[in-house]
C-alpha cells in the first residue's frame, strides 16, 4: 500500500512569516500535485510536479519534488490570512489511468 | 464554464435508506473519480470511471455501494442501505486525460445518515 505522510499535520503561524509544509512516501510517484481545500469545499488544484527536483513557483508559494520522486515540499512566504486551509498532497504512480493517491494534509492557520 | 458540479451538496438519511449522490463533470472532461473524506482522515479513492464503463473500483466497498457513469447525464454513486458509517463528504473530481494531469473537484455531498 503506497502511503503519503504530511508533516507537520497542524501548523499555526502570524501574518508576514515563512513556513514549509512536508510530504513524503517510500514509493516513487511518477507525478505529484498540491491541492488547497477550505471548510465545506472541494479541494483545488495548485500545481502539479512531474520531474524529480523540479520547482515551481506560483506568487509567494514555491514547490518542489524530490530528485528521487518520493518527497515534496512547499513552501509559502510571508503568509497571508488568506493562505489559510487545508493542504493536500496527491500522488500518482504512472500511466494515464488510475487514481491519485492523497495525503491527510496540513491544516495551516495564519493569524492577523 | 461551469465546474464539476456536485448534488444535493446536503443528504439526510435515515438507517437502511438508499443515497443518491450525482456528479456532472466539467465540460469536456472524460475521466470522472469518486473519494469519501472522513473528518480528520484524507481523501479516499473509492472508484474511477469513464462514459459507460469502471475503469478501477478497487476503492469500493464489495457491498451496497455501486457506481455508473451512462452515456448521457451526470455519474451516479449509489449506496444502498445506508449505515451510519456511511456518514462523510462524498467528492467527485473530473480529468481531460487521467489523474497526471490534475483533477477538478466539485464542492462535495454531506451525507449524514440518522
Known sequence: TQLLEQSPQFLSIQEGENLTVYCNSSSVFSSLQWYRQEPGEGPVLLVTVVTGGEVKKLKRLTFQFGDARKDSSLHITAAQPGDTGLYLCAGGYGGSQGNLIFGKGTKLSVKP | ?114
Request: proline share 6%.
Open chain 2, 1 to 114: 464554464n461551469a465546474g464539476v458540479m456536485q448534488n444535493p451538496r446536503h443528504l439526510v438519511r435515515r438507517r437502511g435508506q438508499e443515497a443518491r449522490l450525482r456528479c456532472s463533470p466539467m465540460k469536456g472532461h472524460s475521466h470522472v473519480y469518486w473519494y469519501r473524506q472522513l473528518p480528520e482522515e484524507g481523501l479516499k479513492f473509492m472508484v474511477y470511471l469513464q462514459k459507460e464503463n469502471i475503469i478501477d473500483e478497487s476503492g469500493m466497498p464489495k457491498e451496497r455501494f455501486s457506481a455508473e457513469f451512462p452515456k448521457e447525464g451526470p455519474s451516479i454513486l449509489r449506496i444502498q442501505q445506508v449505515v451510519r458509517g456511511d456518514s462523510a463528504a462524498y467528492f467527485c473530481a473530473s480529468s481531460p486525460l487521467g489523474q497526471g494531469h490534475g483533477y477538478t473537484f466539485g464542492s462535495g455531498t454531506r451525507l449524514t445518515v440518522v
